[in-house]
């Protein structure tokens, strides 16, 4: 099973929007309705902060979004503040009870 | 609050096996599967299988069959990992994390084995 792509680096200015793209096919993002992202910050464990392409556990800011497009999901952090710059990855389902994680991307707040 | 707390540090010689504990606190455990996910140093997360905390039913990534073992106790809470044969590439920060509508919504601390002759 091949890892999700993610773009290895994303960056925007506080207050700005920033979006994150992770691309599957047709057996993992594009097959489920499923993919969820997760924020990690250095030396932390990940967080999960969307779950069912757009839906957020509570306590996560509203300005984190989520969404999907065939075999391609984006995280939308809109409003970038100073705290957000982590590493993201995304997760989808990929059949058979195995899941996938995307590369990741390292959020830079400039 | 749910909590997951892993086992600690581990430093193992290649060929070794290495079994690392993760005990659910804060829900009940058999409600919810155990995944298992590592992270190499500087580089990205790694799905490794899963557990069915209620019936013991695994399923693993291709990548570790017949290395890897999952296993739980569910009179202690507690979810099991095992990795055989291990070599430098496995050289790691081993994560586990609930299981909830296809996310992983809690995870443990993460436990670095350090494989090293």
């Known amino acids: 099973q091949s890892a999700l792509t993610q773009p290895p680096s994303a960056s925007g200015s506080p207050g700005q929007s920033v979006t994150i793209s992770c691309t599957g096919t047709?057996?993992?993002?594009?097959?489920?309705?499923?993919v969820s992202w997760y924020q990690q910050h250095p030396g932390k464990a990940p967080k999960l902060i969307i779950y069912e392409v757009s839906r957020r556990p509570s306590g996560v800011p509203d300005r984190f979004s989520g969404s999907k497009s065939g075999n391609t999901a984006s995280l939308t952090v809109s409003g970038l503040q100073a705290e957000d710059e982590a590493d993201y990855y995304c997760s989808s389902p990929a059949g058979s009870h195995n899941w996938v994680f995307g590369g990741g991307t390292k959020l830079t707040a400039l | 609050q749910v909590q997951l707390v892993q086992s600690g540090a581990e430093v193992k010689k290649p060929g070794a096996s290495v079994k690392v504990s993760c005990k659910a606190s804060g829900y009940t455990f058999t409600g919810y599967n155990m995944h298992w996910v590592r992270q190499a140093p500087g580089q990205g997360l790694e799905w490794m299988g899963r557990?069915?905390?209620?019936?013991?039913?695994?399923n693993y990534a291709q990548k570790f069959q017949g290395r890897v073992t999952m296993t739980r106790d569910t009179s202690i809470n507690t979810s099991y990992m095992e990795l055989s044969s291990l070599r430098s590439d496995d050289t790691a920060v081993y994560y586990c994390a609930r299981g909830n509508n296809y996310a992983f919504d809690y995870w443990g601390q993460g436990t670095l084995v350090t494989v090293s002759s």
């Open positions: 047709s057996s993992d993002v594009g097959g489920y309705n499923y």
């Open positions: 557990i069915i905390s209620n019936s013991g039913g695994t």
